[in-house]
């Protein structure tokens, strides 16, 4: 039997034990739940007692949700939980690094950091690559991410513009039926993307950049014919492309650009028959000299932790369900 082991975590005031032990002790529950032993929040400080490798542990999750703390993170339960998975897969390290990695500060102040080490890999792939496809659930950053690295790289004059598209796949890619002039058209569809944007820019300067031109939407209907040069161009919603809208669209990278196309293979909106154009290339494109692909699991979801379980279970639902079908047809042979 291991011999009793007391640490005692401090706090720099009441503001920050609140902010990490959560509103009602939220997140000192979750820590009590997962390691076995006892923890008592005495003002200043987090007393931990009992057995070495569960005290080590709890306190090691402690002292990294500290450590982002102290670099301007508000801590929510997806930071608690992660930080309890890495500890006990013995991969806090990765998580230390990740943690004091920060891509792009927003003009609200909020400093944009990877939350997973999904989003990690995924960040570093754009970096290295002209191309890159972010293949994975709602809730993985996938559009976000993309934007912030479009921005970073135009702040740091990498690139001269950013350009916004993404498959009309409700219209039919006939833009012409919808009201209005042509942004008024895509902003139905790109609104996603519109968002980030605002949220990283700030109000002000992204209606500079749009009325500059700095800022581009293209639809991907009219994307035909035009070498993209000196720019970022974002595919987002990808998995509703078709394979000739998808090989039209990469083949459209100029010198001095890069590509990031985002989507989500589980929800597919082409109709019946028309196989996805992202889903194609995932699989032609793999292994080729300057494309990235990086595929996000659940546990890379930065939603309400409900979400993550939601679509876990809706991708074990459509495994058990393609493994039924595959049965009935042996059987039916």
Do not use: W
């Amino acid at each position: 039997m291991q011999q009793a082991l007391e640490k005692i975590v401090y706090f720099q005031d009441r503001s920050e034990a609140y902010a990490l032990l959560g509103a009602q002790d939220e997140f000192l529950q979750m820590l009590t739940e997962e390691f076995d032993c006892q923890m008592v929040s005495r003002g200043d400080r987090l007393e931990i007692l009992g057995e070495a490798v569960e005290v080590h542990g709890a306190a090691h999750v402690m002292e990294e949700l500290q450590y982002l703390y102290r670099q301007g993170t508000a801590i929510t339960s997806h930071e608690v939980s992660y930080s309890i998975m890495m500890v006990r897969r013995g991969e806090a390290e990765k998580l230390h690094a990740m943690f004091g990695e920060t891509i792009l500060v927003t003009a609200r102040g909020k400093q944009v950091r990877p939350k997973t080490l999904g989003q990690r890999l995924y960040l570093e792939t754009i970096r290295k690559n002209s191309v890159t496809l972010g293949i994975g659930p709602a809730g993985t950053g996938k559009t976000y991410l993309a934007v912030v690295m479009a921005v970073a790289a135009l702040r740091n004059k990498e690139v001269k513009r950013i350009i916004l598209t993404r498959p009309a796949v409700e219209a039919g890619e006939r833009l012409g039926f919808l009201p209005g002039d042509l942004q008024d058209k895509v902003d139905p569809y790109l609104r996603p993307l519109y968002d980030a944007l605002q949220d990283i820019l700030g109000m002000d300067a992204y209606q500079k950049l749009m009325a500059r031109g700095t800022i581009e939407i293209a639809p991907l209907a009219y994307m035909r014919g035009r070498t993209l040069s000196d720019a970022f161009v974002i595919l987002d919603e990808a998995q509703n492309t078709t394979t000739s809208q998808m090989k039209m669209f990469l083949t459209r990278l100029g010198f001095g650009s890069r590509m990031v196309v985002t989507g989500d293979l589980s929800q597919v909106d082409l109709s019946r028959g028309v196989s996805s154009g992202l889903r194609e290339a995932s699989k032609v494109l793999a292994g080729v000299k300057g494309i990235g692909i990086v595929r996000m699991a659940p546990v890379d979801v930065i939603r309400h932790d409900v979400v993550a379980r939601i679509v876990e279970a809706y991708g074990n639902y459509e495994a058990g369900k393609k493994s039924s079908e595959k049965v009935l047809e042996k059987q039916e042979k």
